[in-house]
């Protein structure tokens, strides 16, 4: 069985990288359209326009709509072909980005991902995750290749609602796990072949600099103040988490998205927050011990991650939604199977009501 590997063909990450835009941009084309929403380009357009430089004036602003789906996908995607934009440049956080990425698709033109917020690692993934407009997740798009460039400036990423950045961990969190029963089982990572070992050894180093890195970030990031926790933090959320998941593969955790969002309190959570929870499940699937459980609920609390329907935003009783996100789960997940103990409908039931039971009794601090 063939192994492949992806990734973007540049990332750079630090104070100022934003300031790398022109050079970068230039060595793609001379049109650029810029897909951000309105409160990102009130906030950064000057600043986009002085690093384009010479061709700012050449550059097309399109105000992104607020939610990815496939008529916003389509309305940008002509905008960018009258513009005669030769490249495309997503700026903002997972929705715009994956809609920049949907018009890279549709015009077939390089990408460059300039993320505001480090809520998940949608900036290095070539994956574009389309919902509804009711947020609902629909399908999944891929580009043909990652983003050809991908900046982060953490001075930017510093300053967004920390509820973002919360969620970045929560994401990054399950790459090892999911890896782990992806290779195990023989499952095919998103590039329809085997996992290779690096895919794997991407994943620990995810996770380790997680556990190792994120309290120290999550006080600067409340500080507003950078530090080599925080620089650690973000490369693992976008960057090691990106290689982890799309080179690694998926299993439980990120299968649980598709059966949470199809309730509504639950759809209101951000992605990692979901897969946080999620990966709770799958850990009761695996049976792993209590102890170690317990000691990632209690990271859960210290960072403020929920660990529960409730917390997630659910204010009714458990039992009354768990066989729903388990049938649509199960129904709609293509990797729900990832997994090397037995798993069927049922066995995620009761999963997901164990999880609940696990981190109720938490409180996220």
Same mark, same amino acid.
Request: glycine fraction near 10%; hydrophobic fraction near 45%; aromatic fraction near 6%.
């Given at each position: 069985?063939? +192994? ?33 929403? /309105? ?5 950064? &357009? ?47 956080? /997972? ?67 920390? &509820? ?51 309290? /120290?970030?999550?006080?600067?990031? +409340? ?44 759809? +209101? ?80 039931? &009761? ?9 109720? /009794?938490? &409180?996220?601090?």
């Amino acid at each position: 069985m063939l +192994r492949a590997f992806g990734s973007p063909h540049r990332y750079v990450q630090g104070p100022g990288a934003l300031d790398q835009l022109g050079e970068l941009a230039g060595g793609y084309g001379k049109h650029p359209l810029v897909i951000a929403d /309105g409160i990102v380009l009130a906030l950064l &357009r000057q600043r986009l326009e002085a690093s384009l430089g010479p061709l700012a004036g050449a550059t097309r602003f399109a105000e992104f709509g607020g939610e990815c789906t496939a008529d916003e996908i389509a309305r940008l995607g002509a905008e960018a072909g009258a513009a005669g934009a030769d490249v495309v440049i997503g700026v903002g956080g /997972g929705k715009a980005i994956d809609t920049a990425k949907g018009v890279r698709i549709q015009l077939d033109r390089p990408l460059i991902i300039v993320p505001t917020i480090a809520s998940n690692d949608s900036p290095t993934s070539r994956l574009v995750v389309v919902y509804t407009k009711d947020h609902v997740l629909h399908e999944v798009r891929a580009m043909p290749v990652n983003p050809d460039a991908v900046l982060v400036d953490t001075a930017v990423i510093i300053g967004a609602p920390e &509820r973002f950045f919360v969620s970045g961990v929560g994401d990054a969190l399950s790459k090892k796990f999911e890896a782990e029963q992806c290779f195990a089982t023989g499952g095919n990572n998103f590039y329809k072949a085997r996992p290779p070992y690096l895919a794997l050894t991407l994943a620990d180093a995810c996770y380790a600099a997680i556990r190792a890195h994120a309290e /120290g970030a999550l006080a600067a990031s +409340r500080a507003k103040q950078l530090s080599e926790d925080f620089e650690r933090t973000v490369e693992a959320t976008i960057l090691l988490s990106g290689l982890a998941f799309e080179n690694g593969g998926l299993s439980i955790a990120h299968s649980m998205t598709r059966g949470l969002s199809t309730v509504p309190e639950l759809a +209101r959570a951000l992605h990692g927050e979901q897969v946080a929870f999620g990966l709770l499940v799958q850990l009761v699937l695996e049976e792993r011990p209590a102890a170690f459980v317990a000691d990632l609920v209690d990271f859960y609390g210290r960072m403020g991650l929920p660990c529960s329907l409730a917390q997630l935003g659910y204010p009714g009783d458990p039992a009354g939604v768990a066989a729903q996100i388990a049938r649509h789960t199960w129904e709609r997940a293509p990797y729900v199977r990832a997994l090397i103990k037995p798993v069927d409908e049922a066995r995620l039931e &009761r999963a997901v009501l164990a999880a609940d039971a696990l981190g109720a /009794g938490s &409180r996220a601090k």
